[in-house]
Nanobody, 126 residues
Framework: VQLQASGGGLVQAGGSPRLSCAAS????????VAWFRQAPGKERELVSG????????LSGSSVKGRFTISRDNARKTVYLQMNSLKPEDTAVYYC????????????????????WGQGTLVTVSS
């Protein structure tokens, strides 16, 4: 699976951009997908994840209630709708995928994921 993240850029605080993670490969529908982010000088952290069917999602505590993850398996794309952005949301956002046997909840740790996209930078201005 190859992943291509897009949708980043310069956004004002309070803005609501949407990131996309487009995948190639026939196994995408059998993959859990997650968004992680990494700010300068900080460790990579989970933003949100979604199971292969879309039935299970999870979110990091810092974005819960503001960000929503969804997927369209027919389009082989996962989306991250970001609302009420804050300057501390500034980071490079990566999407990652893991093939799973069943539609289990997505793992929360980055080392569990097999496939990674190149990242898209989101900069939030105050």
């Amino acid at each position: 699976v190859q992943l291509q993240a897009s949708g980043g850029g310069l956004v004002q605080a309070g803005g609501s951009p949407r990131l996309s993670c487009a995948a190639s490969g026939y196994i995408f529908s059998r993959c859990a997908v997650a968004w992680f982010r990494q700010a300068p000088g900080k460790e990579r952290e989970l933003v949100s994840g979604i199971s292969r069917s879309g039935a299970n999602t999870l979110s990091g505590s810092s974005v819960k209630g503001r960000f929503t993850i969804s997927r369209d398996n027919a389009r082989k794309t996962v989306y991250l709708q970001m609302n009420s952005l804050k300057p501390e949301d500034t980071a490079v956002y990566y999407c990652a995928a893991l093939q799973t046997i069943l539609s289990v909840p997505p793992p929360s740790t980055s080392r569990a994921y097999e496939y990674w996209g190149q990242g898209t930078l989101v900069t939030v201005s105050s």
